[in-house]
């Protein structure tokens, strides 16, 4: 069966395209034309320009919605079991957020005691699953599906370890920003995205931005890549903390280019050899959609 996974790039401008035809993979990306920055004509331009220049179809089909398309949030609820517990979980939801019901929402179970359940609750907007449906509707795609950043990329990262059992916190470094996924017991539990990436490195920060009691003296000047590595070594600690891991080992993602100016310590560089799916990690993600956590992926039809 072929497979395309889409995404747009919001920091350049592109609607993005990984595919792979008779076990063949390839990327390919469009600019988005001018006036179609909304999420369905972006998309309806880009899968126009695809579908007319590859013969593709029949193919099964994913969305991969940025990161700020998708909220997340951590729940901590009385250990009920069976509806009980489903109904407190939409109560919890119910009472954060007063517009609930226009979510499509996932739970994943975080830590599980005799007396509180954790879980972490992802919240998709319904009318973005409507638009991005209202665009795949022209084509006659055998599945359409929609996820999010953070999902495709924890896939991507477990079935590059080979879907092995692992507590992580993953920094996907790209270009213009930096995707974190925090990883326990091979599920995603929570991320964040930074809006910068190696467009920053080499670059130094006066003492002035940095919190007090981190300033050495008022003339340092701090490399920025040094800077990056120990707020994610500080984001490891909290996420330890939080989500009750034993162990949380930090790994990098980052091109050939800056790997060097990062000073890793406990820290792992994570290489993947090809390097269309090093950068594009979140599209590798959704065509290898085993790894995904139960309910992360949203039918499309």
Same mark, same amino acid.
């Given at each position: 069966?072929?497979?395309?996974?889409?995404?747009?790039?919001?920091?350049?401008?592109?609607?993005?395209?990984?595919?792979?035809?008779?076990?063949?993979?390839?990327?390919? !990306?469009? @600019? =988005?034309?001018?006036? *179609? #920055?909304?999420?369905?004509?972006?998309?309806?331009?880009?899968?126009?320009?695809?579908?007319? !220049?590859? @013969? =593709?179809?029949?193919? *099964? #089909?994913?969305?991969?919605?940025?990161?700020?398309?998708?909220?997340?949030?951590?729940?901590?609820?009385?250990?009920?079991?069976?509806?009980?517990?489903?109904?407190?979980l939409d109560l919890e939801i119910a009472n954060r957020y007063k517009n609930s019901l226009s979510f499509k929402i996932a739970f994943v179970p975080i830590n599980i005691q005799k007396v509180r359940y954790a879980y972490a609750a992802f919240l998709i907007r319904r009318e973005h699953i409507e638009t991005v449906n209202g665009a795949f509707k022209p084509y006659k795609f055998s599945s359409k599906q929609i996820g999010f950043s953070a999902a495709t990329t924890a896939a991507a990262y477990l079935d590059l370890c080979d879907g092995k059992k692992q507590n992580v916190l993953f920094a996907d470094i790209k270009p213009t920003s930096i995707d974190v996924v925090i990883i326990k017991d091979s599920m995603l539990t929570g991320f964040t995205s930074l809006p910068y990436g190696e467009n920053i490195f080499g670059q130094t920060v006066a003492p002035s931005f940095l919190p007090s009691h981190k300033r050495a003296c008022s003339d340092r000047k701090f490399d920025v890549a040094d800077r990056?590595?120990?707020?994610?070594?500080?984001?490891?600690?909290?996420?330890?903390?939080?989500?009750?891991?034993?162990?949380?080992?930090?790994?990098?993602?980052?091109?050939?280019?800056?790997?060097?100016?990062?000073?890793?310590?406990?820290?792992?560089?994570?290489?993947?050899?090809?390097?269309?799916?090093?950068?594009?990690?979140?599209?590798?993600?959704?065509?290898?959609?085993?790894?995904?956590?139960?309910?992360?992926?949203?039918?499309?039809?």
């Open positions: 069966m072929n497979k395309i996974a889409i995404t747009i790039d919001e920091h350049e401008h592109k609607i993005k395209i990984l595919y792979t035809k008779k076990n063949v993979l390839d990327l390919v !990306s469009y @600019d =988005i034309p001018q006036g *179609s #920055a909304d999420l369905c004509n972006a998309l309806r331009a880009g899968l126009s320009a695809f579908t007319d !220049s590859h @013969d =593709i179809l029949p193919a *099964s #089909a994913v969305f991969v919605l940025p990161n700020n398309y998708a909220v997340c949030d951590y729940i901590e609820i009385p250990s009920f079991k069976g509806k009980k517990l489903n109904e407190t990056i590595m120990r707020s994610l070594d500080e984001l490891c600690h909290v996420a330890n903390e939080k989500y009750n891991m034993d162990i949380l080992s930090l790994k990098i993602n980052v091109s050939d280019k800056y790997a060097e100016m990062l000073s890793l310590n406990d820290a792992e560089r994570f290489c993947v050899k090809n390097d269309t799916i090093a950068r594009h990690l979140e599209l590798y993600g959704a065509l290898t959609s085993k790894y995904i956590t139960k309910d992360l992926l949203f039918d499309a039809q």
